[in-house]
């Protein structure tokens, strides 16, 4: 068929142009006395989408589940306990690291739809009256499901607890696209990925860790060797690596980052919440439910359930055969029951507009009982009439 696939699932997103030009480039020498030149103002800079002035960025050739592994190994010691909630496929899937990886993990399970129960969490913390929870494991934005937790209302309950663990948060689908604050929040290791808010191809590990993880990395017994934060420090110190970059995908994060300060992160968060709303309208004049209970809303995910006699992995394979349009499908627990579409990165009103008819042909197509125009309508009006 002419014309484009249109991609819309949560990561990879799509690329600016700007971005993949500039990643078209000649291989270079990583060890040539100009490429500090490049190499130091990419920790700088991402230590701002980070909002971190004490913390400490990294650059690993890797993807998201890498930084997962990198908080784990380079903070902690074999047998620690860590506690995390497990609500969707990436909670999921960090809960089985830290055990693969030999931690004793405490796995609280909630409901796919719900997110981090900070009450909870409070009493579970002051209960652990010999602080043998060294880390709690938080997942910001759980791509599986479009839910968004509130990481400052975890640092509180933290600090109400009186409870010294270390805070690691994957942030692989929300830094660069939602608030996030890990200064403020206090957050000892925050970890991402290209291919999400960064509108890269997948491929590096978009980290940073606090004086305080930094600290434990020094006498932590896990093994590590690829991932060990040590090698990066001695080497990022320089303006080097401890191994082969990516070129190309420096370059692109070069640009990445200029492009996100120059439109200036309250306004990436506000477009986001912009594109999220309308396209949540347009769920919503469908008459169909978000798998995400409500408060929990995601800005960059949006995970559509549908009814019991529907199969949501229909309305994905229509979507992508009769439509060329890329909807993301449902993980596990969830597959069958949802589709979701990606709101994050390189999108605007009229891209939002165009998945959602697509969506909304492929619903009628399967049997939906929706009103045609509905969706496109509700999502119209808001774009039409919010800046
Ligand atoms: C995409 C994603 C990951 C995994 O990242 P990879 O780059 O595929 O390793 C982890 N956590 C969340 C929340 C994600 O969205």
Known sequence: MAGRQHLYVPGPTNI???IMNAMHVDMEDHRSPVFPKLFKPLLTDLKKIFRTETGHAFIFPATGTAGW???LTNTLNPGDKVLIYRFGQFSHLWA???????FDVIIIERPWGEGIPVDDLQNRLREDRNHEIKAVLATHNETATGVTSDIGAVRTAMDAARHPAMLFVDGVSSIASLDFRMDEWGIDGAISGSQKGFMLPAGAALVAFSEKALKACETSTSRRYFLDLRDQLASNKDGYTPYTPSIPMLYG????LDLLLEEGLENVYARHHRLAEGTRRAIAAWGLKLCA???FESDTVSAVMVPEDKDARDVISTAFNKYNISLGGGLSEVAGKVFRIGHMG???DVSLLGVIAGVEMALLDNGFAIQPGSGVAAAIEYYRTTA
């Open 346 to 348: 390189d999108l605007n």
């Open 253 to 256: 994060l070069r640009k990445s």
């Open 69 to 71: 592994e990198i908080a």
């Open 293 to 295: 209970q409500p408060g």
């Open 96 to 102: 089985e690291m830290a055990k693969r990886l030999g």
């Open 16 to 18: 600016p142009t700007a």
